[in-house]
């Protein structure tokens, strides 16, 4: 789990945070608790610092950027973790959203192909005290087999279809949350897996980066919309 009780000088500012979530019908009890456990000042530059609990997105470097809170949210309510799940995450990008992560399960695994986020990303978990999740530098796309298989899976880039790898390494009854991209909109995707079912759940359109990798978008053509 996640680290204990925060002592800087943000707490009114993650209140006020807080506070939008809920007028956006973020009403889950522990996903708000996470947002106010969460150092999301510790995860952007520190350019950017007193804009960190605006519900807004931010750059965090390397053509990406921390994702907006409600967005996050919104992936966090549909995974509904009971605090007892090992995770994987396909794109660790700021780190923030592992580290809401960890306050939701038990253990968390991260995969980011950008070695500079990830190094960023481990930095800015030890120094808001999480312990529970690890970082890993490779293709997200292909999932991470050998933690596998996993209670739940959270992609923070869009696919161009449901990767083979990364349903494959969930666990009967087992959840993905995944943007697809379909035609010219993207759609998020709930996928629950039932013994050799897997049955898919729209949650509105969204708008991130593409997923790069072998079982994702080509990696020739980056971009620079949200990441995690």
């Known amino acids: 789990m996640g680290s204990g009780r925060l002592t800087d000088s943000y707490g ?6 807080i506070e939008d979530l809920r007028a956006k019908g973020i009403d889950d009890i522990a996903v708000l608790h996470a947002f106010g456990s969460t150092p999301r000042h510790l995860f952007v530059p520190e350019a950017f610092r007193h804009r960190a609990y605006d519900d807004i997105a931010l750059p965090i470097g390397n053509g990406q950027t921390i994702s907006q809170p409600s967005t996050q949210a919104r992936y966090l309510v549909a995974l509904r973790l009971n605090g007892h799940e090992k995770v994987l995450e396909v794109g660790t990008g700021s780190g923030y959203q592992a580290a809401l992560l960890s306050h939701l399960a038990a253990s968390v695994i991260s995969v980011e192909r950008v070695p500079e986020l990830a190094s960023a990303a481990r930095r800015a978990l030890a120094a808001a005290g999480v312990s529970s999740v690890t970082v890993i530098t490779g293709d997200g796309s292909l999932g991470w087999s050998a933690e596998g298989p996993y209670d739940a899976i959270l992609v923070g880039a869009a696919s161009p279809s449901v990767p083979e790898p990364l349903t494959r390494q969930l666990h009967d009854g087992g ?3 995944i943007p697809v991209q379909r035609s010219t909109v993207q759609e998020l995707l709930l996928v629950r897996r039932e013994g050799d ?10 708008h991130f980066v593409p997923l790069l990798g072998r079982c994702g978008f080509d990696p020739a053509t980056p971009t620079t919309e949200n990441s995690s």
Do not use: D, F, P, Q
């Not at 009114?12 to 945070?17: D, K, M, P, V």
């Not at 079912?197 to 969204?206: A, D, F, Y």
């Open 175 to 177: 959840r993905l949350i």
């Open 197 to 206: 079912r897997l049955l898919e759940e729209s949650l509105g359109t969204v």
């Open 12 to 17: 009114g500012y993650r209140a006020r945070l």
